[in-house]
């Protein structure tokens, strides 16, 4: 049987690809003990220029064999942008019209909780005043957009007992995931909405052991071809208090509360890569959470795939959705929300229709251009506004442009890239909002993919308002 360090070193290949590059993996000339196992290309900036290395630049040696990243864990900068916060306001009163409490649970850096860890000549311009300072404005800025946010700070300038992070990876322990919960629970506890969730006792007992090379120590082997190892940690579930024979047969309601977010917030099969956050909210809020988080899908992956899912219900909405973000994330995306919001409020079925149109082509090919819509002609419509709703049979085409045509001359172009993981086959617009779409009259919507489908394909697009 391979040990664990060799399937370590087997996961380091695989996730960072063979190394090609030449380059001097020479120890630091003045280390002592373990630090030798570091090297000077860590600092080499063409060590992080492909594929999953972009993310782990820079690799930064700390204290007590911890590893961060210089351009993630060592920032200054949080907060949405200003012309996106008007956009984030909008997206919540988008969900408080459908009764949708939205409850953000925004994880800090590894530098902001583990600052005890890095070297005073190490830190990569990193303020920890003015990073705390700047995280505090972003969950100032969510709350005067109208989602309930846990006190973060709290943590941050108390830490937890135990590690939050773990020291060669991204991801919380599971000791994070719970201080978390815990104070995103007492949040939500304090909310005039919280008395009307139906309750659920759980409780949390000791589960497997959590063995966690790393991300960024699997990029230290990928630079340097050595690694600190394994880092093991007690993983943990939860379960309903009541376990008995009845309760395995109740009908259960559906879920009130939904939960999105990343890798952190996922639920695994393995046990082994479980960090319990969902577990814990059930613990501390005494409710059933239906967990939608998954790994990779950026800021806002999971939170479209359940509003596109058949689990969300427009008319019978859940009454809170719990949302987990790194607060590296800045709700920047303009596309975000021009999806987002139609999808919220429930789409075609309870909007008005203007227009529609549905093609059979043969496999989608690459920059093929596709009029999906034509306003023209005895029939014209005056349409500057409302949304677009493109249905494709052939869900694996995740990448395609939409490109929208007005009668002033503008040209929306929008660039569709789905993650793998998130279900494609659906797809919302808003038309722009931007001032020189304004007042214009929409002339023709094409769509050029720029990826290639694998069959036959039926593409439907309806315009509502």
């Known amino acids: 049987m391979k040990s664990l360090f060799a399937l370590g070193l087997a996961a380091a290949s695989t996730l960072f ?24 290309a860590l600092s080499d900036p063409q060590q992080y220029t492909e594929g999953r ?17 210089s351009a993630v864990d060592l920032t200054n900068d949080f907060g949405i ?9 909008r997206l919540m009163d988008t969900f408080h019209r ?21 070297y005073a000549d190490k830190l990569h311009g990193f303020d920890f005043a003015r990073a705390s300072g700047n995280l505090d404005a972003y969950l100032k800025q969510l709350r005067s957009g109208g989602a309930v946010v846990a006190p973060m700070m709290q943590l941050v300038h108390t830490p937890p007992k135990g590690e939050f992070f773990f020291r060669r990876d991204h991801h919380w322990t599971p000791a994070g995931a719970e201080a978390t919960a815990r104070l995103l629970a007492d949040e939500v506890r304090r909310q005039p909405f919280y008395a009307a969730l139906d309750k659920k006792q759980y409780r949390t007992e000791p589960g497997v052991m959590v063995p966690k090379d790393g991300t960024l120590n699997l990029a230290l082997s990928y630079i340097c071809g050595n690694n600190y190892g394994f880092q093991y940690v007690r993983g943990f579930q ?10 395995l047969f109740d009908e259960a309601p559906d879920p009130q509360v939904i939960l999105v977010g990343d890798s952190n917030a996922a639920a695994r099969e393995d046990e082994s890569k479980q960090f319990n956050f969902d577990g814990y909210l059930k613990q501390y809020l005494d409710v059933d959470i239906l967990n ?69 082509r043969p496999a989608l090919k690459v920059n093929e251009r596709i009029e999906l819509l034509s306003n023209a002609g005895d029939a014209r419509k005056n349409v500057n506004g409302g949304f677009l709703d493109i249905r494709i049979s052939d869900k694996n085409v995740k990448d395609f442009y939409v490109i929208v045509y007005y009668d002033n001359g503008a040209r929306d172009k929008v660039w569709f890239r789905r993650e793998a993981v998130v279900t494609g086959g659906q797809y919302y617009l808003e038309l722009s909002r931007a001032k020189e779409f304004a007042g214009a009259n929409l002339l023709a919507v094409f769509m050029e993919p720029t990826q290639p489908g694998s069959a036959a394909t039926q593409v439907e697009t309806r315009l509502c308002l």
């Open 292 to 360: 939608y988080a998954l790994p990779g899908v950026g800021q806002d992956g999971s939170l479209l795939e359940y509003l596109l899912s058949e689990n969300y219900k427009p008319k019978a909405p859940p009454k809170l959705i719990i949302w987990e973000l790194p607060a590296n994330y800045q709700l920047d995306s303009d596309l975000m929300y021009r999806q987002l919001i139609p999808a919220v409020k429930g789409g075609c079925p309870v909007s008005t229709e203007v227009m529609a149109n549905r093609l059979q």
């Open 98 to 118: 459908q009764g949708i409490q939205v409850a953000m649970a925004i994880q800090p850096t590894r530098g902001l909780m583990h600052r005890d860890k890095l």
């Open 53 to 69: 290395m972009k993310l782990m630049r820079e690799i930064v040696p700390g204290k007590d064999r911890w590893l961060f990243r």
């Open 238 to 247: 939860t379960i309903p208090q009541d376990q008995g024979a009845d309760a």
């Open 17 to 40: 690809s063979v190394h090609g590059a030449a380059a001097d993996t020479a120890p630091p000339a003045t280390c002592k003990g373990l630090e030798c196992l570091t090297c000077t």
């Open 81 to 89: 942008p200003a012309p996106m916060r008007p956009e984030f306001k």
